[in-house]
């Protein structure tokens, strides 16, 4: 497979590699400044653009290298952080609109296909403060 240039933004939890998918203003690069400062031990992988590849049958996600360690945050413009080279996918979060997040929602829902690999899904709203614990409770099951 060849490198895949996404509109997403990707942070590392642990061993956890967060894909953040989302339509551009739907809070990725917020959420990522929130989950490398608060109390979550999040690193930031990739800002706005994540390039996806395949090592030894998982998918890799990280910074296109002219982004590596570069963080947009809004009013402030670009800054520099700390950043992994790359990380092992593992979870995908999907920034959608209060509306489409299911109460209960069913199995299929928590689930999503990328590039042929099947991940758990979150489905979030940004802009709720408990977005950031949202993640550490959907991290550990």
């Given amino acids: 497979m060849s490198p895949q240039n996404l509109h997403a933004s990707c942070v590392a939890i642990g061993d956890y590699g967060l894909l953040i998918r989302g339509a551009s203003g739907s809070g990725k690069s917020d959420l990522v400044l929130r989950l490398i400062d608060e109390n979550c031990n999040a690193t930031l992988v990739a800002d706005d653009q994540v390039m996806i590849t395949e090592e030894a049958g998982v998918l ?14 809004r009013g402030q413009g670009i800054v520099t952080r700390t950043y992994l080279a790359k990380v092992k996918l593992s979870h995908i979060i999907d ?26 899904r979150l489905k979030l709203n940004a802009d709720q403060a408990s977005a950031p614990a949202r993640i550490r409770a959907f991290l550990r099951g």
């Fill in 95 to 120: 920034l959608v609109a209060p509306a489409e997040i299911t109460r209960m929602p069913e199995m299929s829902e928590m689930q999503t296909t990328l590039l042929g690999f099947t991940f758990p």
């Fill in 60 to 73: 890799v996600a990280s910074p296109p290298q002219n982004l590596a360690g570069k963080l947009e945050i």
